[in-house]
């Protein structure tokens, strides 16, 4: 038995004998001899009471079990706060495991993958391999809760700032914009993601000078680059609030002129399934912006918020698909065919098309096969301070001549 396995204990749990022998012997051929198996989930959970010595940091289950299913057993794991890694068996079929694997995705366990039984030696090597295992003694970080007045107060110190995430050409490197991402530069806790402070701020009415702020920046930011010979679309988020006044467009070009930068150079992305309950208004306000040159995207396409009939009624000359079909989609049929679609509809409406989330290589090439036009993800690059750009656009030059 060799002792080199990266995992600290690892639970196998299948109700055929056979299986079960089977994989603990190739578990011990590919160095991890620290397996104990069961046939039974509630023996199984018994290695999750809280007086184990050894904590089990990879789990390897069958789904269809007779005493309690694959998926049963999970929410089980989940409530006894297991945080490790896991690996799906199933002689059930791709689809079955990939609803699986979705689930457990969901409740945040560290998912290596999923195998078809008999499992090949190989790509059960690859999968154990392929991540690192996810660390027991990380807690997740406390979301705090901020409220309205602290927001409106860190707002009017200009506290809020933005970092530009690049949207890169797939068919020749080039960088053709960023997105603009809002961040809190807190005094006491840091800087703080969107996610903790837009929804609060949406419930309160903080969203017109927020925008408001956020655009002045933005397109600052802008002029400086064009100043810099950059000529860089620089696309800012709006919410549904910003659609409801009517005198929002006059806002906007105040803004552009102000700044001294042209329509072109603005993007602005939308997001919101209540496009269709204020519609006339929305309709009204993106009808306008783009008459004067603003180009209008449509965020997290695929996603609920963003629909094929807001598609069909509103003038976007941008289509952004969301991340969940993006990463990944080389090796998910489902992904891959809804990213596909989604781009050849984008091309029969005269829409040009943003992947949003390649992560990898993977995604980046299969983008490319496809005919997305741009890309935007940790691939490329991760959001950054303004002054980052030049430099990290240097690096990018070397980089990009291999990706083509
Ligand atoms: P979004 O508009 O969909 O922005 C993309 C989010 O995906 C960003 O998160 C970005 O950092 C993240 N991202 C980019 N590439 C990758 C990748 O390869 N992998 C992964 N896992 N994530 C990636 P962020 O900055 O936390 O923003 C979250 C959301 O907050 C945005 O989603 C947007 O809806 C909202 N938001 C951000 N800034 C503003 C703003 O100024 N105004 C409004 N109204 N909403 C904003
Ligand atoms: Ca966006
Ligand atoms: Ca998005």
Redesign the pocket.
């Known amino acids: 038995m060799k002792a080199n396995s990266r995992y600290g204990k690892i639970l196998v749990l299948d109700d055929d004998p056979f299986i079960l022998k089977l994989l603990s012997r190739q578990l011990v051929y590919l160095g991890h001899g620290n397996a104990v198996t069961c046939e039974r989930a509630s023996e199984a959970l018994a290695h999750f009471a809280p007086d184990q010595k050894k904590l089990v940091d990879l789990v390897i289950t069958d789904l269809q079990m007779p005493e309690m299913d694959g998926i049963e057993f999970l929410r089980n794991l989940v409530n006894r706060g297991y945080a490790g890694s896991l690996l799906l068996l199933s002689g059930e079929g791709s689809r079955i495991l990939q609803a699986a694997a979705r689930l457990a995705d969901e409740q945040g366990i560290h998912l290596l993958g999923a195998l078809e039984k008999p499992v090949d030696l190989e790509t059960l090597r690859q999968r154990l391999e392929d991540t690192e295992p996810k660390s027991r003694a990380l807690p997740k970080p406390v979301r705090k809760i901020y409220l309205p007045g602290q927001i409106r107060q860190a707002i009017a110190q200009g506290q809020l700032i ?2 530009y ?1 690049p949207k890169v050409s797939l068919a020749d490197g080039s960088l053709a914009g960023v ?5 809190w530069r807190h005094p006491q806790d840091g800087l703080i ?3 903790q402070f ?1 929804s609060v ?2 419930d309160n009415g903080l ?1 017109d000078v ?2 408001r702020t ?1 655009l002045i920046e933005a397109m600052d930011q802008a002029a400086r680059w064009c100043d810099a010979g950059l000529d860089l679309k620089v696309a ?4 549904m609030d ?1 659609l409801c006044s009517l005198d929002f467009p006059d806002l906007v070009m105040q803004v552009l002129r102000d700044a001294g930068v042209g329509a072109q150079y603005l993007v602005l ?1 939308v ?1 919101e399934s209540r496009l269709m309950q204020e519609f006339v208004a929305s309709l009204d306000i993106l009808t306008r912006l783009r008459l004067k040159g603003v180009t209008l995207s449509i ?2 396409f695929g996603t609920g918020n963003s629909t094929l009939v807001q598609l069909r009624d509103f003038p976007f000359d941008e289509l ?1 698909i ?2 969940s079909f ?2 990944g989609a080389w090796r998910d049929l489902k992904r891959r065919a809804i990213l596909e679609g989604s781009i050849q509809m984008a091309r029969k409406l005269k829409m040009h098309t943003v992947a ?4 990898d290589r993977n995604d980046w090439s299969l983008l490319r096969q496809l005919g997305c036009d741009l890309a ?4 490329c690059a ?2 950054m301070p303004a002054d980052q750009l030049p430099e990290w656009l240097g690096e990018w030059e070397i980089r990009r001549r291999n990706l083509l």
């Not at 997105?179 to 961040?183: C, G």
């Not at 949003?356 to 992560?359: D, K, L, S, W």
């Open positions: 933005c970092l995430q997105e603009s991402l809002v961040r993601l969107p996610d837009i701020a949406e969203m927020l925008t956020v800012v988020n709006i919410s910003n992305e997001t965020d997290d952004k969301d991340r993006v990463y949003e989330g390649a992560e935007q993800g940790y691939f991760k959001p």
